[in-house]
């Protein structure tokens, strides 16, 4: 049992010694204690399906044994060292994450989040192509260090001080809330053609989101020349957000004809979580330059990753580039054990397996319940849009988003909040999770969506 400070005294000290900034979420803040797996319990020891996995980082499960007894192993025979020496387990972990990768993409820089993987990624691009503009989507979350809040194109993240040079946004090409969203497909076992109008294979949507990026760099480009698009291959924070069939294979062909790279950003579609493929950008058909990965290579152990090509890697080293923490023994060891658990559990396949069954099963509601305007993803990336329920998109008022979410916990699962307005609800679980705990998912959300929306 729980024997720590009372609920009382850490609400008191999160108001008055945590930072001010930080959100809380739920109006009775949810306090945990411990976690195992899927699961998590909170202080009285009740247990809740965590469908959120710490944003999207708990990728195998919670307290993994085996990566606590990996870790705790290597903490008895050396903790740290620092990386300017050889450490065999660093270089094993190295020559494993990369062997995930095809073609050319065979050099790692550790780091410890994702936004100082994006940070390096940046300074990557520009120094490899002496090129200094970058762009990025609406709604793109990619971190808040200094430089990466400008690459974050949200004002929900943007601090009221002067934006960096260089950094120039295009339209998110959102199939559901977009202009030209809503009709044309997108890589989903639900969504796949569903209101389809397009005339060809080629998606008449992706085509005017393209149209529109091309005019970010006749407008605000100097000379046409960039140094990077960043992507993520769906988008998280801004709410499980997927793009037209083909818009980012058209935005990496436009970024290299620009002379610049093409960053994805998998700190949260990597692993195998969007279940078909192990990385996000292989369901859009491309190799990128640069990958960037952070929370789910960790299971919550803190540890990111820049992996790309000799050539671009070879450009940072006109000086050093040195990070204490960055590729260190502990995390070498998590990361690796991560690689191996997904791997021997099958665990992509079960994202696809439990992921699919789950979109499915969610999708259903949407007849019965008009405040569903969307359900959406790949695997265990799932997302699910709530409207005001009068065949409009009007995201669903925050009052009712709030406490139909706190109902949801209440009843025992743990789901996220995203998008602009916070209406979406983000599924992102372990990936350890099984159709019995889907099968529970669904009956919560549709036992609360009666209670607070059902017309009977
Ligand atoms: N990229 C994406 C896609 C993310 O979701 C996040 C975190 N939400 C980051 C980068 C930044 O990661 P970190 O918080 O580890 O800096």
Redesign the pocket.
Known sequence: GYKGPSYDSLIRVRKERLSPALVTYYSKPFAVHQGHMQWLFDLEGKRYLDLFGG??TVSVGHCHPEITEAVAEQMSILGHVSNVYLHPKVHKYAEQLTDKFSGDLKVVYFVN??????ELAMLMARTYTQNFEIISLRG??????NQ?MNLTASSLYRHPVPSSPGFHYTMTPDVYRGIWGGKHCRDSPIQTNRHCTCSSNECEASTKYLEQLEEVYRYSIPKGKAAAFFA?SIQ??GGSVQYPRGYLKGAYNMIKKCGGVFVA?E??TGFGRTGEHYWGFEMHDIVPDIV?M??GIGNGFPL?AVVTTPQIAQSLTKAQHFNTFGGNPLASVAGMKVLEIIQRDKLQENSKRVGTHLLLELDKLRQEFPVIGDVRGVGLMIGIEMVAGDGSKTPLEPAKVMKYWERCLELGIVIGRGGYFGHVFRIKPPMCITKEDADFTVAVVKTALREMFSNK
């Open positions: 944003i999207c989040s994702g936004a100082e993987a994006n793109a979350y990619h971190g808040m260090t990466t993520e998280g924070v950003d700190v949260q960037t952070a929370k990111a």
